[in-house]
């Protein structure tokens, strides 16, 4: 499978999939122009990667700000990671959140509740 390497902009997020490394990131602001548009390559990717996936797949989340379409967006990738978690993979996810970042740190524990997946909240503190 090919990696995934998309670079950040002020409107979309840093978002590395790595299949051989079983490593997923996306780092930095999410309102893109179009969520859905954005964020399809990513769900497609993990709907052929869930066919065969590493015994461990590690996620890392570190968005500083994300708009309401983004959230559904992330929340079909993580329904892609569900599915491979359920398949009895291993499935980590860290959520990375700034030290003062309330609202960040409660829509990953909102992510957490709907998808049967543990979270690892994760502090930054500079």
């Known amino acids: 499978m090919e ?3 998309i670079e950040g902009t002020p409107k979309t997020p840093t978002v590395k ?3 051989e490394q079983g490593i997923i990131e996306i780092k930095g602001r999410s309102i893109p122009e179009n969520s859905i548009e954005f964020y399809k390559p990513l769900v497609d990717w993990l709907e052929d990667y869930k066919s065969d996936p590493l015994p461990k797949t590690k996620v890392n989340i570190q968005l500083e700000y994300f708009n309401t ?3 559904k967006c992330i929340l ?5 990671l569900e599915a491979i978690h ?4 291993d499935v980590e996810i860290n959520w990375y959140y700034e030290e003062d970042d309330e609202d960040m740190l409660e829509a990953g524990e909102d992510y957490e509740s ?3 997946i543990p979270f ?5 503190t500079d």
């Open 3 to 5: 990696p995934i390497s």
């Open 17 to 19: 999939f790595d299949a």
């Open 69 to 71: 379409s983004s959230s």
């Open 76 to 80: 079909d990738v993580f329904k892609k």
């Open 86 to 89: 359920k398949a009895k993979n």
């Open 114 to 116: 709907i998808i049967r």
């Open 120 to 124: 690892k909240m994760i502090e930054i």
